[in-house]
């Protein structure tokens, strides 16, 4: 899940610049829809109910819709480095957000380290100003509310995941959110220039549609059911290095002073609030 999603920061980054945030988002995300259809309607498991079914879909407005919006776009105006420093910051703001709902307890421990890490959010975001301009701070921005929102969707997931199965619960919620991502995209989706759209652009869909929402969502699914949303996104700690490591190499970011400075905080912070 991390390897997944620590690549899927620079293919995003690139598809978002060969083609408008929005359009590229909402071609991934359906083709992630499609998959997961089908696979759920292949895969013998704990189907819904009908209101679960609903629930489903509803969160996904918020998962994948609300979420994407914010997180498409922010990497679009920020390094992909920088996003994915940011978004390391979920398990602090998932534990948080988790004890506001009785899901889990944190020890003095866990708060010192949900402290650190939000420190080290903060250290990189003041590196983002310092180095890059106001500009692209907007972006990291963006993709901190994304976070928000990906905290309260894990949370709120908790209880339908222990009786549906993931698959299902990954299918309906992207179904959720694409439908409203849809309209939202239309008119971005009418400016494309389809005969212009390379083999590689295409690969970078087809990687961060079947790749980033259908293999890696099913692995935090899965973890989400069996360890809980605040264990499953501490093994998120590889994805910023792996996202750094990739966007040098792939896009020709250079590690800055505040990335590591923030990443090692980051992750410090992680390491205390382990269990």
Known sequence: MSAIWGVNFSVVKYGTQVMEPLAYNVLRMTLGAVVLLALATWRAGKRPSRADLWRLMALGVLGHCVYQV??????????AGTASLVVAASPATIALVARFFGHDRLPMRA???IGLSIAGVALVMGGTVSEEGPGHL???????????CWAFYS?????????????QVAAWTLVGGVIPLIVLATP??????WSAVTPLTWGAVVYSGVGAMVIAYLLWYRGVHR????????????QPIVAVMVAWIALGEVPTLFQGAGAATVIAGLYLSRR
């Open 138 to 148: 907007s972006g990291d921005l963006m993709i901190l509310l994304a976070v928000i």
């Open 155 to 167: 949370n709120w997931l908790v209880a339908i995941t222990q009786r549906v199965d993931a698959v």
């Open 70 to 79: 914010l997180f498409i776009n922010g990497i679009a105006l920020t390094r």
């Open 227 to 238: 360890i809980g949303p605040t264990r499953t996104s501490m093994y998120g700690n590889l």
């Open 188 to 193: 971005q989706l009418l400016r494309v220039e």
């Open 111 to 113: 708060i010192a380290g």
